[in-house]
């Protein structure tokens, strides 16, 4: 395509090619508009999810029944489960903001197979249909939790192997997104764009991409054992039939406890982007960063046992999982330590990326602060399967990832719209949902500590104090996320149109138009010697 | 609970305590000191104060020093987490033995002289091993005060766990791994007596006999047997429909029940009542979900099926 053209061409957005409208975009393999595609899809599931969650915590605002029976309660939490693990978080970042944003931080056009990548976005679909299905045709909704243990899951779930084959085929989409972006960013970069010149939300995604890769096919290895018992009868995980379910809960938390980390690595990424950006300084510690993400991606594959502490594992197996679990926690620590000495010195404009940053690790500390009780053997043992274990995941995986989402989509709201966000409105939702989660979550640390199972319908008067809180913070919290969505969209529609790069940053996707023309760049960018994602004078 | 005064409930509770007081002190010290450090520097370098910025790119000796000391700490912990839980792998040889059974949706004990209960009945000053065994799904045995867990898994080998109770009280026992439906009503109470009161309940015939006499009214003692083993968790004597029928007026009435998959009626007399209790989905009652009740072959003789019937009679 001659220059000429490509500049007088629309945006990505207004482009248009063979086809109109909807059709236009679910035939599009242009990586821009695929993210916005996985965007809306999953926003789509996210609400589900959040409306699942306030109806259990409107449940458990007094004992007894409130608002629904046990039956309800017990498929309400593993279809919120389900959906938020597999639907939500797990694509989250890298299917949204790597999709969007890798290929034009390099300095690509696209990534490596954008057919491949169109792919993905239906087999998620196709994942998302096939899961809901198998959850709602047959005896009712699922009732075992979205870890669906044997032998409970294989007595109550008829479904369950088109629920897990559902899985197997959102994993696909997974593997593939994974395999393209690591094509993408050895192949693509652009003259210039050194190893040590890449993004940190680069590095992120890559390491990212590698688990991607190489522990999702887990997944179809389970997907096979629990085929070969439900057809043909061989005993793998079914007591009742010789098998063993411990079997079955290591499989499980070979490919789950990695997936934490597709969750919050390209989350830690953008927080490494945003930090840097707003405090108009090179980022501490480029290095440092890169190597604590590739530990994490390489010593996150063997600590699963750390699930499994009462479960019945060998004494050695436990105080391994333990160590490694231990030692896991460090380059999370040398993170957080990088991005605060990032804010030294620097000349701070606090916008709202940098409220959700700053309380990104905030709630992350506490998050993995709390990791560590249950990484510890002795005090695991009291607080395994209590409601602490649901607090220290949602610090993680909704203070974590969730509050690096909002980072992110808040940081490149103008880039991806070319319009910005009523920032009045967006502080305001911003405080309101920070306060929200803090009252939602936090009780449920001391529930834990007092005894507190989890997964439970009903509970003895002595929880109820805690548990009020905790609904209360539901609340809180809904009202922050109506606030943060209604001035988003309102925004994407009639915010006042972005410069191409409002915040001062030096990575490449603000050095094109907001929003980016269909093929990114005019003429391939060339990285000079002095350059850098982070060079701030 | 996980309450002060209750700290010495067992002899774990203090390895267990001082591993959650090293991780939540060291925790809390640097969740506020880098809280601290991170609001300083939002406030002290923002841009009204410090209109330009500085470029660090970062410092080798920083970075050792915030991996060492880090590493070092989690040593710390991983050790006092380690010392906490190493004595709870294995028990004493002397330690009394008492077997805990798990079902949906309920736990049951068994003693060494065949006393069976639905309280976990418990000596002061006494190793205690308790032998697990799941009769159908995945539970888990957890005792809060005691600070002990432990999965029950069916099908097990060597499922226990043991402790040394040290002060009289009653303990909640909850089911830690959910379990199905009614997984939040599945708890018991572990009830610690002094040495000599619980070998009085132990061998004390006479107060078996009092026992024996409050059963005197028709049926009592196959209630009391139901209670023990947990039948009322899911069948009511009401004519509530829970996860099982209602004994509500059975004996002698009609069924529609499902038997190889063809429908057909019967009466309920003797023969169906032990065949529901030993091989209970041969003739599944109509309406019903097959499979979620176990067999009880092993666990009640025919002696107490006789006093269950003699029950259900009075059931109307």
Known sequence: MHKEQAANMSNYLTYQGKYKGLLGWITSTDHKRIGLLYLYSILTMFSVGVLLGLAMKLELLAPGKTIMDAQTYNSTFTVHGVIMIFMVVVPGLPAVFGNFLMPIMIGAKDVAFPKLNLLSWYLYVAGVFLVLAALFFGNGAPDTGWTFYAPYSFKTGTNLLPAVFGAFVLGFSSILTGLNFLVTIHRMRCPGMKWTKLPLFVWTLYGTAWIQLLATPVVGITLVLIALERLFGVGVFDPALGGDPILYQHLFWIYSHPAVYIMILPAMGAISEIIPTFAQKQVFGYKAIIASTMAIAFVGYLVWGHHMFTAGMSGTAQYYFSLLTFIVAIPSAIKVFNWISTMYKGSINVQTPLYWAASFIFVFMIGGLSGLVLGALATDVHVHDTAFVVAHFHYIVFGG???????????????????????????????????????????????????????????????QGGNILSTFGSWILATGLVIIIVNLVKSARHGTPAEMDPWHSKTLEWQVSSPPSVENFDEIPEIAENDGPYNYK | MYSPEITQASNFVKGVDQAFLVILGISFLFLIGLTVVMIWFLYRYNRKRNPVATQIHGSTSLEIIWTVVPFLLTMVMFYYGWAGWKPMTKAPKDAMEITVYGRMWNFNYEYANGRRTDTLYLPKDQAVKLNLKAMDVLHSFYIPAFRVKQDMVPGKKDNFMWFEPQRVGNYEIFCTEYCGLSHSYMYSTAKVMEAAEFEKWMTDTTQLAAEVAAMEAPGAAGKKIMQNIGCFACHTVDGT????????????????????????????????????????????????????????????????????????????
Request: hydrophobic letters at 40%; zero cysteines.
């Open chain 1, 401 to 463: 990832t969730g509050f690096a989402f909002m980072a992110a989509i808040h940081y490149w709201f103008p880039k991806i719209y070319g319009r910005m966000y009523d920032k009045g409105w967006a502080n305001a939702g911003w405080l309101v949902f920070f306060i929200g989660f803090l009252a939602l979550y936090t009780p449920m640390f001391y529930l834990g500590m007092m005894g507190m199972p989890r997964r439970y319908y009903d509970y003895m008067k002595e929880f």
């Open chain 2, 241 to 316: 429909k829970l996860v099982g029928p209602s004994f509500k007026g059975i004996w002698g009435h009609e069924v529609s029940v499902i038997t190889d998959g063809q429908k057909r009626t019967i009466t309920v007399d003797e023969d169906y009542i032990k065949k529901s209790i030993y091989d209970p989905n041969a003739d599944l009652v109509d309406g019903f979900m097959k499979g979620l009740m176990v067999s009880y072959q092993g666990q009640l003789k025919d002696e107490d099926i006789a006093e269950i019937i003699e029950y259900l009679k009075t059931v109307k």
